[in-house]
Nanobody, 124 residues
């Protein structure tokens, strides 16, 4: 079992930045690929970014490429999502997720554990 706790969400103006963190409970965190997903009101959960177990491979949704950066610190069991140049359409609840095995996926159903989510609101 892996428990994930997100933090760092909040209210920011368009063009601003936020850094989300996701702390994992398990010492074997480094064996999990990690992903960030988001869900806006009335919409389905969508892929944002993901990173392989060692951090050597990353993937991003087209809508966030060049603005968001995913990274991980295996020594501290934490994955980050640096979000720059935020837009109102980035407003959503952001979730981190862990997938057993080293490879990440863009599919939410491929992840085994989920955090409770953190709200990000971007005002125009």
């Amino acid at each position: 079992q892996v428990q994930l706790v997100e933090s760092g969400g909040g209210l920011v103006q368009a063009g601003g930045s936020l850094r989300l963190s996701c702390a994992a409970s398990r010492r074997t965190f480094s064996s999990y690929a990690m992903g960030w997903f988001r869900q806006a009101p009335g919409k389905e959960r969508e892929f944002v970014a993901a990173i392989s177990w060692r951090g050597g491979y990353t993937g991003y949704a087209d809508s966030v490429k060049g603005r968001f950066t995913i990274s991980r610190d295996n020594a501290n069991n934490t994955v980050y999502l640096q979000m720059n140049s935020l837009k109102p359409e980035d407003t959503a609840v952001y979730y981190c997720a862990a997938r057993s095995g080293g490879q990440y996926s863009e599919l939410a159903r491929m992840y085994d554990y989920w955090g409770q989510g953190t709200q990000v609101t971007v005002s125009a």
